[in-house]
């Protein structure tokens, strides 16, 4: 198993920008590629980002492109999503996702955490 714990939503003003942390532990071992998702009220779970096992593919949905980058660390166990320009309508449940591929696309999560809320008033 795998555990996924995300930190670091909050709320901001439209322009703002927050950072998000997602760590993983358990049985981690291995290549893997991470990424987020979100969900707003009365919506369906969208992918947002995600980064392979080197960090050299990402992938953003059109929406985020240009505003938000994902990375993750040298250890390959936290992965982050810098959130800029922020807008009212990102606001969500930001979930992190863990798949055991090096690389998938589309990407999809085998693990997920509980999610963090993010929330950016105009």
């Known amino acids: 198993q795998v555990q996924l714990v995300e930190s670091g939503g909050g709320l901001v003003q439209a322009g703002g920008s927050l950072r998000l942390s997602c760590a993983a532990s358990g049985r981690t071992l291995g290549s893997s590629s991470m990424g987020w998702f979100r969900q707003a009220p009365g919506k369906e779970r969208e992918f947002v980002a995600a980064?392979?096992?080197?960090?050299?593919?990402?992938n953003y949905a059109d929406s985020v492109k240009g505003r938000f980058t994902i990375s993750r660390d040298s250890a390959k166990s936290t992965v982050y999503l810098q959130m800029n320009i922020l807008k009212p309508e990102d606001t969500a449940i930001y979930y992190c996702a863990f798949n055991r591929a090096r690389w998938a696309n589309p990407f999809t999560g085998d693990y997920w955490g509980q999610g963090t809320q993010v929330t950016v008033s105009s």
């Open positions: 980064i392979s096992w080197s960090g050299i593919n990402t």
